[in-house]
């Protein structure tokens, strides 16, 4: 069955970065791409990119470009989430979501809490 | 970007009854619209996909509508495990969400 694991939390001060790791495992890796998406404390979805399995390809939303890498290792079909200059703002659930290779996302890791606090 | 905005921001309905859920985008996004629950503390989870597609599992009193650039999720007698927040999303411009609809016991 398809699973996604995620890291684990992690706290980082104002200025840092934060790397988040997707493993994928029940599926062929590189049919479908990635979504990640974050979730503040009690605010909804918000989508911050998504990237090819098969090519690396990538796509940021606009509030996140030049700030966020997504990037891919097919040889552990794992997906990663790197975000930089770190805000309090920047608190949120990351998650990586699978793409159904239509655009929506049919399965979803348990989500990253990153919290950034002085 | 394409906006997408649901109504209303919370709902109150009883067991067993109906609710009825919208979401209006900015421009047209053809079919390409998902719907998401969420429950405290927990992923996402698809339910509706091309706007009115069950995704696997997902019981039969849950459908989607589309009516030009209004989709509408409706779920038909409400059990007590659907009270959570539903999110609507479009993904013929990439991706965007809706801010979301809590469904809550009346």
């Known amino acids: 069955q398809v699973q996604l694991v995620q890291s684990g939390g992690e706290v980082k001060e104002p200025g840092a970065s934060v790397k988040v790791s997707c493993r994928a495992s029940?599926?062929?890796?590189?049919?479908?791409?990635f979504h990640w998406v974050r979730q503040a404390p009690g605010q909804g979805l918000e989508w911050m990119g998504w990237?090819?399995?098969?090519?690396?390809?990538?796509k940021s939303a606009q509030n996140f470009q030049g700030r966020v890498t997504l990037t891919i290792d097919t040889s552990t079909t794992t997906t990663y989430m790197e975000l930089r200059s770190l805000r309090s703002d920047d608190t949120a659930v990351y998650y990586c979501?699978?793409?159904?290779?239509?655009?929506?996302?049919?399965?979803w890791g348990p989500g990253t809490l990153v919290t950034v606090s002085s | 970007d394409i906006v997408m905005t649901q109504s209303p921001a919370t709902l109150s309905v009883s067991p067993g009854e109906r609710a009825t859920l919208s979401c209006r985008a900015s421009?047209?996004?053809?079919?390409?619209v998902a719907w998401y629950q969420q429950k405290l503390g927990q992923a996402p989870r698809l339910l509706i996909y091309?706007?009115?597609t069950r995704a696997t599992g997902v019981p039969a009193r849950f459908s989607g509508r589309v009516s030009g650039t209004e989709f509408t999720l409706t779920i038909s007698s409400l059990q007590s495990e659907d009270f959570a927040v539903y999110y609507c999303q479009q993904y013929h411009n990439w991706c965007t969400f809706g801010q979301g609809t809590k469904l809550e016991i009346k």
């Open positions: 990237i090819s399995a098969y090519n690396g390809n990538t």
């Open positions: 091309n706007a009115f």
């Open positions: 421009q047209s996004v053809s079919s390409n």
């Open positions: 029940g599926y062929s890796f590189t049919s479908h791409g």
């Open positions: 979501a699978r793409d159904a290779a239509n655009g929506y996302n049919d399965f």
